[in-house]
């Protein structure tokens, strides 16, 4: 199906730094959610963001629902070792409906 | 909260076997379950919605008589590879959603490796 476009596909960072990544689409959505995935396991929910302009924290974890409604961002503050997954973007039409995904960002932290 | 359990999660099997992947949603009722399938270092293709009570929607390009869906309650919904072979091996994920209303994020289960010999 469908993708969004995120990026960067990878990023190799030192613990303690700062990671951003971001997702784009030529068409809206009504919600943007961020997801973790680590090897052999199922995404985990990090943030969803319901309304365009929201920014919304979830620990070391900031996203923000872009007002065009067709992007958002996740930001990681002061990585850790247990950052490191594949971080994927996913918008939707309606609350109930399919997700779009990105391609996925994979983090890796090195001490 | 919002917890979904899936099993089994890791199948091997000869070719031409039919397995069967169940999903659960334990703490909530799921009106709507995803079917989603994974291959290495790629993101999540969307198989099938299921919904509750009603035939499943395939996404185009998956045949609905290979992966069969069935969604008889609210907190179940299974998927079976019918008569499997080699290029089916792959990485299947569900989430559930319990769509009675607006801002109900799906959640996601912990994945079936099916590895067909």
């Known amino acids: 199906g469908q993708q969004l476009n995120q990026s960067p596909q990878s990023m190799f960072i030192q613990e303690g730094e700062d990671v951003s990544m971001n997702c784009t689409s030529s068409?809206?959505?009504?919600?943007w959610l961020w997801y973790k995935q680590e090897p052999g396991e199922g995404p985990v929910l990090l943030i969803a963001l319901y309304k365009a302009g929201e920014l919304t924290s979830n620990g070391r974890l900031t996203a923000q629902f872009g007002i065009t409604r067709k992007d958002s961002f996740l930001n990681i503050s002061a990585s850790i070792p247990s950052d490191v997954g594949i971080y994927f973007c996913?918008?939707?039409?309606?609350?109930?409906?399919?997700?779009?995904f990105g391609a996925g960002t994979q983090v890796v932290v090195t001490p | 909260g919002a917890v979904v359990s899936q099993h089994p999660s890791r199948v091997i099997c000869k070719s031409g076997t039919s397995v069967k992947i169940e999903c659960r949603s334990l703490?909530?009722?799921?009106?709507?379950m995803f079917w989603y399938r994974q291959f290495p270092k790629q993101s999540l293709m969307l198989m099938a919605t299921s919904n509750e009570g009603s035939k499943a929607t395939y996404e185009q390009g998956v045949e609905k008589d290979k992966f069969l869906i069935n969604h008889a309650s609210l907190t179940l919904s299974t998927l079976t590879v019918t008569s499997a072979h080699p290029e089916d091996s792959s990485f299947y994920i569900c989430?559930?959603?319990?769509?009675?209303?607006?801002?109900?994020?799906?959640?996601f289960g912990d994945g079936t490796r099916l590895s067909i010999l």
């Open positions: 068409s809206i959505f009504n919600t």
């Open positions: 989430s559930a959603s319990s769509g009675t209303g607006s801002n109900q994020p799906q959640h």
């Open positions: 996913a918008g939707q039409l309606s609350g109930w409906g399919k997700l779009q």
């Open positions: 703490d909530f009722q799921a009106t709507t």
